[in-house]
């Protein structure tokens, strides 16, 4: 939406929209809102923006473990969730004038044993996700009124550790990765009526060594990124009819630990965030025609001690979320 997750207001709204660009206005046919015309005064994917202080957001009364969550299921709403020291997920939310305080949210019986990955697939709609305790994967959701009770969907034949993460590429679709105990990854999905058997997508040369970051930029698409054995990214992506092969995306200059996470802010966009060895957040980005070098984003005060996660709520707006040495959750934006 990763901890390693990515989520946008994207689907079911930019991800199914036809977009059509005038000098002066944004022309777009929404299938749940009709069509809309939108004045604009420079190219829409050419806003100046730039990256923002760190934010300090606190952390749930006894504190936190793990990496952060986030999703978002419309414009200038955020929905952060964390991995309490008491293994029970707490949400805490920006309504778009302010942050909450922190909920809790509970856990599944014996309680959590990872962090939790979520993401939204329509408006007023979260899926999140946590390892329990019998590492299987659970499901707890918010439709709109309340959340859920947790749902327990197994796991694959050998079992799975690490973070699951997940994605949406329409509504009422979920895409769940994790890092199987053969360390290859292994894929679980939804498609409006009932939940798949469990897929096996391999891994790179010599397996993965991290749980994985997924995002999706459009309908019928996923791209999947992981540190792989050598301490390099790789990415495997869906393109509507079949799994590409692994594609070695390389590292920063000193390397990098934990999962990758992954945002889409428009169709044929994708930026990916990872903890370098230095304990700095980096960057790296696919603009629709090639990638970038890795871009060193910097860290709190006393370094990153988490994996990232990110999301986009629009266009060239990002949302990156890491877990500070003082273990409270940090806050970092593209705008």
């Not at 994207?10 to 022309?27: D, I, K, T, V």
């Not at 054995?229 to 390389?250: A, I, P």
Request: glycine share 10%; hydrophobic share 30%; with cysteine.
């Amino acid at each position: 939406m990763l901890p390693h997750t990515y989520h946008q207001f994207y689907p079911p709204y930019e991800q199914q929209r036809n977009l059509n660009y005038y000098p002066q206005q944004l022309n777009y046919y929404d299938p749940y809102q009709g069509f809309y015309e939108q004045p604009i005064y420079e190219d829409p994917f050419d806003w100046r923006a730039n990256w923002r202080e760190w934010e300090d957001l606190g952390a749930p009364p006894r504190g936190m473990k793990g990496s952060p969550a986030v999703s978002s299921w419309q414009a200038n709403r955020l929905d952060t969730f964390v991995r309490g020291e008491n293994d029970r997920m707490y949400h805490k939310w920006w309504n778009g004038s302010r942050w909450s305080n922190w909920e809790d949210l509970g856990a599944p019986r014996r309680g959590l044993r990872s962090s939790p990955t979520a993401v939204s697939w329509g408006p007023n709609r979260i899926d999140t996700f946590v390892r329990g305790n019998r590492d299987t994967l659970w499901h707890k959701w918010w439709d709109g009124s309340r959340w859920n009770e947790w749902e327990d969907l197994g796991g694959p034949p050998r079992g799975f550790k690490g973070d699951p993460t997940v994605a949406s590429w329409q509504a009422n679709r979920l895409d769940v990765f994790v890092q199987g105990n053969d360390n290859n990854l292994w894929h679980k999905w939804w498609d409006g009526s009932r939940w798949s058997q469990w897929e096996n997508l391999g891994a790179p040369r010599g397996g993965l060594r991290d749980s994985p970051g997924a995002v999706s930029w459009g309908p019928n698409r996923i791209d999947c990124f992981v540190r792989g054995n050598n301490d390099r990214m790789w990415h495997k992506w869906w393109n509507g009819s079949r799994w590409s092969n692994w594609e070695d995306l390389g590292s920063p200059p000193r390397g990098f630990e934990g999962a990758p996470a992954a945002s889409s802010w428009a169709p044929n966009r994708i930026d990916t965030f990872v903890r370098g060895d230095n304990n700095n957040m980096w960057h790296k980005w696919w603009n629709g025609s090639r990638w970038s070098n890795w871009e060193d984003l910097g860290a709190p005060r006393g370094g990153v001690r988490s994996s990232p996660g990110a999301v986009s709520w629009g266009r060239n707006r990002v949302d990156a979320f890491v877990r500070g040495r003082n273990d409270h959750m940090w806050h970092k934006w593209y705008a």
